[in-house]
Each structure stands twice: as structure tokens, then as C-alpha cells.
């Protein structure tokens, strides 16, 4: 059951150029959602969030835009740089009273070329 | 800056042996998570855990595992008997707070090889 869809598995990009990762979701209860930066041998690294209120959340050159209506996401990096080379995940998650659970995509793999 | 750590970095063992993964989370946080992810597949959920009771389980999380609490410190997740489907990646996680727009922190992982 994939609540939570990364349809690209990877990404090649011109260093300078922009990157753009998409994510889809099926559950409307998501109301908040994340991007990871994985890095192999790592543990995933929060990267950027963006609640449902919101439908654009910047921070520096990553930007993550959401539109609810379609039920997708994205993610921008501009410029992209070499040291952007990782695995991407958007995870999502609904406001529980407690535990609440982070359904993660199956990533999408960015190489940024020199 | 305070970090998860977890421990060992790569376990191997037999078929129907016991494992137990270490966590060591931020201190001041409150909830804590478990998830997996087999090579190649999404990072899955397994438990998450607070005030000393499990507080959400998914499927995957059955009577062979479990999480327990020690001491004020470790998080630990318990497989009793392993199967060589249980090989993946576990990641130990944890959040402040108990809201969806906490942020959790991530582990490095601990590589479980079952043989």
C-alpha cells in the first residue's frame, strides 16, 4: 500500500542547472510533509518540510512546493551543486494525538554532474 | 549538534538467532521511532514508542519484535528469531514532540545481514 509515491527512481542534472523531484500521495488525512536527504552508509537527513496551510516553503536554494488539490509535491534545488548527489524522500505524515507515523516514498536518486 | 547514534553499524546472523538494534536518542526528546528499509525498497515504518508503551505499530512490527526503553538513555529494538527477510537496514528515530510537524531525527542505521 503506497500511500506515498517517488515514480522517478533518478535524477541526472548539469551542476548549476535546477533539479526538480516530484512525490504524489494518496492519503487526504496527510497534512504534513517532509524531504529527506539520504546519503549511502547515512541515515535519511531532514532537508525541508511544508505543512498542508502552505502551498510554498523556501530555504536557501530548496524549495518545496505542494499542491493539495492534486495530491503532489515538489522539490527545487537551485543551482544544483555536485554535493546535492544523494537519495531524495519525501515522507508525509497526519497530526496524531501521539506516534505518529511518517510514510516515506522509495526515493529518487540525484546525480548532480560537474 | 545532538545527533541519534546507533549501534552496531552491521550485524550478521544466523537464520532463528536473536538480535537486539541500540539507539541512543537526542536526550531531550520524547518519541521514539523505528522504521527499516530493504535494499533497493522505501523506507518503512515499524513502531513508534513513547512513555515507556509502544503508541503505533505497522504490520511488519509482529510478535518477533519488540522495543523496549532500558534506561534513560538506549532504545532498543528486539527481532527473537530471524528470518532471512528481516536483512535490511534499521533505522532508529526520534522527535521532541508528538505533533506531525515535528521534525524526526534519523540515525545512522544498523545493516542486519540474516544468513
Known amino acids: 500500500d503506497q500511500q506515498v509515491k517517488q515514480n522517478s527512481p533518478s535524477l541526472s542534472v548539469q551542476e548549476g542547472r535546477i533539479s526538480i523531484l516530484n512525490c504524489d500521495y494518496t492519503?487526504?488525512?496527510?497534512?504534513?510533509f517532509l524531504w529527506y536527504k539520504k546519503y549511502p552508509a547515512e541515515g535519511p537527513t531532514f532537508l525541508i518540510s511544508?505543512?498542508?496551510?502552505?502551498d510554498k516553503n523556501e530555504d536557501g536554494r530548496f524549495t518545496v512546493f505542494l499542491n493539495k488539490s492534486a495530491k503532489h509535491l515538489s522539490l527545487h534545488i537551485v543551482p544544483s551543486q555536485p554535493g546535492d548527489s544523494a537519495v531524495y524522500f519525501c515522507?508525509?505524515?497526519?497530526?496524531?494525538?501521539?506516534?505518529?507515523?511518517?510514510?516515506f516514498g522509495t526515493g529518487t536518486s540525484l546525480t548532480v554532474i560537474p | 549538534e545532538p545527533e541519534v547514534t546507533q549501534t552496531p553499524s552491521h550485524q550478521v546472523t544466523q537464520m532463528g538467532q536473536e538480535v537486539i538494534l541500540r539507539c541512543v536518542p537526542i536526550?531531550?526528546?520524547?518519541?521514539f521511532y523505528w522504521y527499516r528499509q530493504i535494499l533497493g525498497q522505501k523506507v518503512e515504518f515499524l513502531v513508534s514508542?513513547?512513555?515507556?508503551?509502544?503508541?503505533?505499530k505497522s504490520e511488519i512490527f509482529d510478535d518477533q519484535f519488540s522495543v523496549e526503553r532500558p534506561d534513560g538513555s538506549n532504545f532498543t529494538l528486539k527481532i527473537r528469531s530471524t528470518k532471512l527477510e528481516d536483512s535490511a537496514m534499521y533505522f532508529c528515530?526520534?522527535?521532541?514532540?508528538?505533533?506531525?510537524?515535528?521534525?524526526?531525527?534519523f540515525g545512522p542505521g544498523t545493516r542486519l545481514t540474516v544468513l
Open positions: 528515530a526520534s522527535t521532541r514532540r508528538q505533533y506531525g510537524t515535528d521534525t524526526q531525527y
Open positions: 492519503n487526504s488525512m496527510f497534512d504534513y
Open positions: 511544508i505543512s498542508s496551510i502552505k
Open positions: 515522507a508525509a505524515s497526519a497530526e496524531r494525538s501521539t506516534g505518529n507515523q511518517f510514510y
Open positions: 536526550s531531550n526528546h520524547l518519541y
Open positions: 514508542f513513547y512513555n515507556n508503551e509502544i503508541s503505533e
